[in-house]
């Protein structure tokens, strides 16, 4: 059974999209059935160009990505999480709606990117220093047993990921 993972930021621009494409690339790479979503509760529309390059750069297709709300995770018919990922501290501090299926949830924050000094030079490096500090927490996640773990201990296990 696929093991759902939803990763939410405010704006679903970066972080959280990073978040998502890490996930899947990796996923895939290991055959893993994990499938990886992204969302934010103030989307703003619009995928930051630097994320999709960082992506890419490191092999992750991002045909189809888009900025979305996480209230289409909670209409019907949505996929049912077993993981909740916040990775921006607004968004970890914002009341989230009911996710059915009552999943683990946990905070992975990551500074925003976008505020990077140093011009587009800066950003394009801040962007992938982020995307490798994703990439090796998701790795971690993917390491897990995920579906033999109980719920707790699989909160347990992602908040001793989130101290590395």
């Known amino acids: 059974m696929t093991t759902n993972v939803l990763i939410l ?3 679903n ?4 999209v990073l978040s998502e494409g890490m996930l899947n690339h990796l996923a895939m790479q290991q055959g893993k059935d ?9 989307p703003s529309g619009r995928l930051n160009p630097f994320a999709l390059d960082a992506l890419r750069s490191a092999g992750v297709d991002v045909e189809g990505y888009r900025s979305k709300s ?8 949505a996929p049912v999480m077993r993981i909740v990922i916040t990775v921006c ?3 970890a501090a914002e009341t989230c709606p009911y996710w059915p299926g009552s999943p683990v949830k946990v905070h ?3 500074p925003d ?6 011009g587009d030079e800066g950003k394009r490096t801040a962007f992938e220093l982020t995307r490798q ?3 090796y927490r998701m790795q971690q996640l993917l390491a897990l047993p995920i579906d033999s773990m109980s719920d707790e201990a699989l909160q347990q296990a992602l908040v001793q990921i989130s101290q590395s």
Do not use: K, M, Q
């Open 70 to 77: 996480w209230d289409e995770f909670t209409a019907p018919g």
């Open 34 to 42: 994990v499938r990886a979503f992204s969302a934010g509760s103030a």
């Open 9 to 11: 930021c405010t704006h």
């Open 89 to 91: 501290d607004s968004a």
């Open 108 to 110: 992975w924050g990551y």
């Open 13 to 16: 621009s970066a972080r959280s």
């Open 113 to 118: 990117p976008s505020n990077a000094l140093g």
């Open 133 to 135: 500090a994703i990439g």
